[in-house]
Antibody, heavy 118, light 107 residues
Framework: EVQLVESGGGLVQSGGSLRLSCAAS????????MTWVRQAPGKGLEWVAN????????YYVDSVKGRFTISRDNAKKSLYLQMNSLRADDTAVYFC???????????WGQGTMVTVSS | DIQMTQSPSSLSASVGDRVTITCRAS??????LAWYQQRPGKAPNLLLS???TLQIGVPSRFSGSGSGTDYTLTISSLQPEDFATYYC?????????FGQGTKLEIK
């Protein structure tokens, strides 16, 4: 079964750090761009960052540049999001997703909640 | 950044109705548009990519069209399971921006 499972969310104080993980199974992880999307409580979807198959390219939304780092380990079939200098407006459910060539996101994890307290 | 303006923000309709949701990009996106359905507490589900390519397993009552800056999602005959929130997303350039969402509710 093609699956993505996120972990690592939790409650953190403003200014703190958190590392999210996304474990992939059921497909050739190293063949796909991967992405992180977040959704604040009761709000819409916001694309956060993505990373190329071999990890040599990545892109970020402006609001997280310099604070978040996306990475991957193809041997472990895992995607990561290192989040530093967290702010209250980073509070959201964070989803990892597989990116198609077109691109669009066809496989999503169930999401992991990150709460930043001020 | 490309801004996506989705309308309406909410829509009340009945089973069997035909509904249309529109999305306007702040610049041309060459049909690089995807539509997602999201039910409460769940991850989004990809319905269509590249404006009109239906994903495997998505019912044919869903269709998409558009070009340039203007795009539409049409549901030809609403079913009970279609009541959810729908998002458009431009996939033309990063940051990949989403529309604000359309909440489709039962009348």
């Amino acid at each position: 079964e093609v699956q993505l499972v996120e972990s690592g969310g939790g409650l953190v104080q403003s200014g703190g750090s958190l590392r999210l993980s996304c474990a992939a199974s059921g497909f050739t992880f190293s063949s796909y761009w991967m992405t992180w999307v977040r959704q604040a409580p009761g709000k819409g979807l916001e694309w956060v960052a993505n990373i190329k198959q071999d990890g040599t390219e990545n892109y970020y939304v402006d609001s997280v540049k310099g604070r978040f780092t996306i990475s991957r380990d193809n041997a472990k079939k895992s995607l990561y999001l290192q989040m530093n200098s967290l702010r209250a407006d980073d509070t959201a459910v964070y989803f990892c997703a597989r990116e198609l060539e077109l691109p669009s996101f066809d496989i999503w994890g169930q999401g992991t909640m990150v709460t930043v307290s001020s | 950044d490309i801004q996506m303006t989705q309308s309406p923000s909410s829509l009340s309709a009945s089973v069997g109705d035909r509904v249309t949701i529109t999305c306007r990009a702040s610049q041309g996106i060459s049909k690089s548009l995807a539509w997602y359905q999201q039910r409460p507490g769940k991850a989004p589900n990809l319905l269509l990519s590249a404006t009109s390519t239906l994903q495997i397993g998505v019912p044919s009552r869903f269709s998409g069209s558009g070009s340039g800056t203007d795009y539409t999602l049409t549901i030809s005959s609403l079913q009970p399971e279609d009541f959810a929130t729908y998002y458009c997303q431009q996939c033309y350039s990063t940051p990949y921006t989403f529309g604000q969402g359309t909440k489709l509710e039962i009348k």
